[in-house]
């Protein structure tokens, strides 16, 4: 049975309008009928408490406050609406340190640019029907950056290191 | 191996499930939704030439502001307007100027900020991409545009060794 995409209220963030209308059309297409846009980390900050969405999607690079900085302040900032929202991040960035930069941010899901339909789609469904865990430590807060659980982890500790150094 | 570094790790309730209803589960995407997305991106092609010509137009202005008042803001806008060609120009059938500008992007992305941008390598990489748009070349294999593409994508590679 399809998902009741009507129901869903989704935030999308980019400063270049025609790639925001481009991921607008998807997203009405899919059945989406409540969505919120803004093109620029400030006036996102605005949208999310005024709609609070049930997810974002963001660009990265804008100017001002960026994608990244966005989600950060989502997670941690006291005055967030939801800090658990998933976030889905739109970026031409494919350097596995940068998708990594990302990650540590609190971005739930990537989507490498061009933007398909398809990857769209499947990135939904990740966040609807496989939702991560989410950590919280002194250094972060977001969803598990891991992606299988937690517990079946058997590699070294890196975070334990990286926390004690902070 | 018993973990003890001081993490909470917690699974909240999963609302969206709940409030979407349905879901495809096992079955694979919903495909009437992906149907439509598709025929609906198909009608906005149209404006995609549009779209095209605006980017480059954004390129080049953020060039000749980046001539005008060489700063760190312009810089920046300059590396935006070509990380937005790199992400998009292949949707707007411009696959090449998506390559051409992904070189761009790494030039001036990776180049570290105390280094002078090579202005003869942006100028290179920004009329490629106005010949580019300006010829139509929408062919990927089109061979004049592979050539020039790989020789920008050489000399940025160099630069960022040097």
């Known amino acids: 049975m399809p998902y009741q995409f009507d129901r869903l209220k989704v935030l999308v963030v980019d400063d270049n309008a025609h790639m925001r209308k481009l991921v607008v059309t998807i997203l009405q297409a899919f059945g989406v009928s409540q969505v919120s846009e803004a093109d620029n980390g400030e006036h996102a900050w605005v949208a999310l408490r005024e709609h609070n969405p049930d997810i974002c999607v963001f660009d990265w690079m804008m100017e001002g406050m960026s994608g990244l900085d966005l989600v950060q302040k989502i997670r941690t900032d006291p005055q967030t609406p939801n800090p658990f929202v998933p976030v889905i991040m739109l970026t031409g960035h494919t350097h596995i340190d940068q998708v990594r930069q990302a990650r540590d941010a609190g971005v739930n899901e990537f989507i490498a640019k061009p933007v398909s339909v398809k990857t769209m789609m499947q990135r939904l469904q990740s966040v609807i029907e496989s939702p991560r865990p989410y950590v919280r430590t002194k250094v972060y807060f977001g969803p598990c950056r891991r992606r299988r659980g937690a517990d079946e982890y058997r590699g070294p500790e890196r975070r334990e290191k990286k926390e004690a150094a902070a | ?162």
């Open chain 2, 1 to 162: 191996m018993a973990r003890q570094q001081p993490i909470e790790l917690f699974m909240p309730p999963n609302m969206l499930k709940a409030k979407l209803g349905g879901g495809t589960g096992t079955a694979g995407p919903d495909m009437a939704a992906i149907k439509r997305a598709e025929a609906a991106l198909e009608q906005l092609h149209e404006e995609f030439a549009q779209w095209a010509a605006s980017d480059v137009e954004n390129l080049m202005a953020a060039r000749a502001r980046f001539g005008k008042t060489p700063d760190s803001g312009s810089r920046a806008a300059l590396l935006r307007a070509a990380h937005d060609m790199k992400g998009q120009a292949a949707t707007f059938d411009y696959p090449m100027i998506a390559r051409v500008a992904g070189s761009l992007s790494k030039l001036i992305g990776e180049l570290p900020e105390k280094r002078d941008l090579p202005l003869a390598l942006v100028d290179a990489h920004v009329s490629a991409i106005h010949v580019i748009y300006r010829d139509k070349v929408m062919d990927e294999s089109n061979k004049t545009a592979m050539v020039l593409a790989a020789e920008l994508e050489n000399q940025v590679a160099a630069l960022l060794k040097s």
